[in-house]
């Protein structure tokens, strides 16, 4: 009994055991299982807040990329508006041309149909007034037989005598009246031909300046662009080859320099410069030769457009590129692309109305001071080096002689030539084309004459063709011919040493010797 007791016992004991274990067991996994309930809300939490923060950046960096884009947009939509006012500009003006051309038709057309028909009359006219001249030639031999008692052989023979004699004279002060209303015909025709091509090509010119203004949005600018003791304005004038000149002048900084290409990308650079707000010599070394390749784009598109407005076609692309630099070459205040322009357009004119060829004028005038773009670069005038760049790129002989002969340095041996000659008189000549400072220009001749007159030997010199050229008459008995050579090549190294001058100055030394004897 006491057995059973101890055994019931153990039972119950293991059974308490076994329940307490399993309580304790299912308790502690409930408080695991609230421990990490606990720990993923907090993992969710916080991965849901990294969520919405990464959320928010992405919509931020969205609407930055969105607006970026939009700017851009709007900016070449801008540009695009602008390039489609400009070519319904041009169509319109187009239009307005073709009608002028058109109404000149119709009334030329009007005018020569009432000629006709004057003409139609006038024979007519001439017709019956033969008929009745018969009629009285017969009547009139008729008579002569009767008073005269000549047959009419004879009678013929006598008045066509008289009638030849007076053909005769009358024949020779027709002649020299048709002579003289021609000649004053011809210089009046030729006085409108001129007038009207002068009239139909209107361009606008720009003043040749040693200056460009740069404007700046503020004063501030201005100790940023000089730098920590000058070194970035150095470093500017080093890169462009101009010299910045920095006052008090408000909001406003000034370019100097002679070459018009070097000025456009100085001041291109400093707007670039300004704008990006960093300056600094490897700043300003990096814009300046970013701006450089955009010019040379720049140039090769001024070319193309220039080609396109004169409508010559089948250019080279280096004298394309090469007619582009024009547009930053000058000419005693005169722009030579827009020079170049107006040539090619009067002599287009001229040619249409004297009946030569039209497409070799406006190409040799549109070429003819193409060696203007690198005459300070090549040795030679501007025509030699025009001459040489047309050979070179396959230009047809005729646009080659159109070159050079515009300013009359070899005999003319066609039509064409002659017109681009008259064209670049007419651009280069007519009121507000050209200036240049009367003092300098007297000056200039002044200082060539004086260098010539302070040689030994020299009698007189006389600087022409607004100096390009001196000519330097020296005393025989003091100067032998072998002298004379020297003394052309010294005054001529002289004149490039001490002046400054255009182009070329052509020395010419003349000796001349003479004897005199007296026959009594």
């Given at each position: 009994?006491?057995?059973?007791?101890?055994?019931?016992?153990?039972?119950?004991?293991?059974?308490v055991?076994?329940?307490?274990?399993?309580?304790?067991?299912?308790?502690?996994?409930?408080?695991?299982a609230?421990?990490?309930?606990?720990?993923?809300?907090?993992?969710?939490?916080?991965?849901?807040?990294?969520?919405?923060?990464?959320?928010?950046?992405?919509?931020?960096?969205a609407?930055?990329?969105?607006?970026?884009?939009?700017?851009?947009?709007?900016?070449?939509?801008?540009?695009r508006?602008?390039?489609?006012?400009?070519?319904e500009?041009?169509?319109n003006?187009?239009?307005e041309?073709?009608?002028?051309?058109?109404?000149?038709?119709?009334n030329?057309?009007?005018?020569?149909?009432?000629?006709?028909?004057n003409i139609e009359?006038?024979?007519?006219?001439?017709?019956?007034?033969?008929?009745d001249?018969?009629a009285?030639?017969?009547?009139?031999?008729?008579?002569?037989?009767?008073?005269?008692?000549?047959?009419?052989?004879?009678?013929?023979?006598?008045?066509?005598?008289?009638?030849?004699?007076?053909?005769?004279?009358?024949?020779?002060?027709?002649v020299k009246?048709?002579?003289?209303?021609?000649?004053?015909?011809a210089?009046?025709?030729?006085?409108?031909?001129?007038?009207?091509?002068?009239?139909?090509?209107?361009?606008?010119?720009s003043?040749?300046?040693?200056?460009?203004s740069?404007?700046?949005?503020?004063?501030?600018?201005?100790g940023?662009?000089?730098g920590?003791?000058?070194?970035?304005?150095?470093?500017?004038?080093?890169?462009?080859?101009?010299?910045?000149?920095?006052?008090?002048?408000?909001?406003?900084?000034?370019?100097?320099?002679?070459?018009?290409?070097?000025?456009?990308?100085?001041?291109?650079?400093?707007?670039?410069?300004?704008s990006?707000?960093?300056?600094?010599?490897?700043?300003i070394?990096?814009?300046?030769?970013?701006?450089?390749?955009?010019?040379?784009?720049?140039?090769k598109?001024?070319?193309?457009?220039?080609?396109?407005?004169?409508?010559?076609?089948?250019l080279?692309?280096?004298?394309?590129?090469?007619?582009?630099?024009?547009?930053?070459?000058?000419?005693?205040?005169?722009?030579?692309?827009?020079?170049?322009?107006?040539?090619?357009?009067?002599?287009?004119?001229?040619a249409?109305?004297?009946?030569?060829?039209?497409?070799?004028?406006?190409?040799?005038g549109?070429?003819?001071?193409?060696?203007?773009?690198t005459?300070?670069?090549?040795?030679?005038?501007?025509?030699?080096?025009?001459?040489?760049?047309?050979?070179?790129?396959?230009?047809?002989?005729?646009v080659?002689?159109?070159?050079?002969?515009?300013?009359?340095?070899?005999?003319?041996?066609?039509?064409?030539?002659?017109?681009?000659?008259?064209?670049?008189?007419?651009?280069?000549?007519?009121?507000?084309?050209?200036?240049?400072?009367?003092?300098?220009?007297?000056?200039?001749l002044?200082?060539?004459?004086?260098?010539?007159?302070?040689?030994?030997?020299?009698?007189k010199?006389y600087?022409?063709?607004?100096?390009?050229?001196?000519?330097?008459?020296?005393?025989?008995?003091?100067?032998?011919?072998?002298?004379a050579?020297?003394?052309?090549?010294?005054?001529?190294?002289e004149?490039?040493?001490?002046?400054?001058?255009?182009?070329?100055?052509?020395?010419?030394?003349?000796?001349?010797?003479?004897?005199?004897?007296?026959?009594?």
């Amino acid at each position: 009994m006491q057995t059973a007791v101890i055994v019931i016992s153990i039972l119950f004991a293991l059974v308490v055991g076994f329940l307490g274990g399993y309580f304790l067991k299912v308790l502690l996994e409930r408080k695991v299982a609230e421990k990490s309930h606990k720990s993923a809300s907090k993992i969710i939490e916080k991965a849901l807040a990294e969520a919405s923060t990464l959320k928010k950046e992405a919509m931020l960096e969205a609407k930055e990329e969105t607006h970026k884009h939009k700017v851009q947009f709007e900016q070449e939509l801008r540009e695009r508006r602008g390039e489609v006012a400009r070519l319904e500009s041009r169509v319109n003006s187009r239009e307005e041309q073709l009608s002028k051309r058109e109404e000149t038709i119709t009334n030329r057309e009007l005018s020569i149909e009432s000629i006709r028909s004057n003409i139609e009359n006038t024979k007519k006219q001439v017709d019956k007034n033969l008929v009745d001249a018969k009629a009285k030639v017969q009547d009139a031999v008729t008579k002569l037989e009767k008073i005269t008692g000549l047959t009419k052989a004879q009678a013929k023979k006598e008045l066509v005598e008289s009638l030849v004699d007076d053909a005769k004279t009358d024949a020779a002060e027709m002649v020299k009246r048709i002579e003289n209303d021609a000649q004053e015909d011809a210089e009046k025709r030729a006085r409108n031909i001129i007038t009207q091509a002068v009239q139909r090509v209107n361009a606008d010119h720009s003043s040749e300046v040693m200056i460009s203004s740069v404007a700046i949005p503020n004063d501030d600018i201005k100790g940023k662009l000089i730098g920590r003791e000058g070194r970035n304005i150095r470093s500017i004038e080093a890169a462009t080859g101009v010299e910045l000149i920095i006052d008090d002048t408000p909001e406003t900084i000034t370019v100097s320099g002679f070459d018009p290409y070097r000025r456009e990308i100085a001041r291109r650079a400093i707007e670039k410069l300004v704008s990006d707000g960093r300056i600094h010599p490897g700043r300003i070394e990096e814009v300046v030769a970013h701006v450089k390749k955009d010019m040379e784009v720049a140039i090769k598109e001024a070319g193309e457009q220039l080609a396109y407005n004169c409508k010559v076609h089948g250019l080279h692309p280096e004298i394309v590129k090469t007619l582009g630099r024009l547009k930053y070459r000058t000419s005693y205040g005169q722009n030579i692309l827009n020079h170049s322009r107006e040539v090619c357009h009067v002599a287009g004119l001229l040619a249409v109305e004297l009946g030569a060829n039209e497409a070799i004028a406006k190409r040799g005038g549109l070429l003819h001071d193409l060696g203007k773009a690198t005459d300070h670069e090549v040795d030679g005038t501007h025509v030699s080096i025009g001459v040489d760049l047309a050979k070179k790129y396959k230009e047809s002989p005729e646009v080659i002689h159109c070159i050079e002969a515009h300013h009359g340095d070899v005999p003319y041996n066609s039509l064409e030539a002659i017109i681009v000659q008259v064209a670049d008189a007419i651009s280069s000549t007519r009121p507000g084309a050209r200036r240049e400072n009367v003092e300098n220009y007297v000056q200039r001749l002044k200082d060539l004459e004086a260098i010539a007159d302070s040689k030994p030997g020299v009698d007189k010199a006389y600087a022409i063709s607004a100096g390009r050229e001196i000519r330097v008459i020296v005393r025989p008995s003091d100067v032998s011919d072998e002298k004379a050579v020297f003394l052309a090549k010294e005054i001529a190294k002289e004149i490039e040493e001490k002046m400054t001058y255009p182009g070329q100055v052509k020395v010419n030394v003349i000796r001349e010797l003479r004897h005199t004897e007296v026959a009594k």
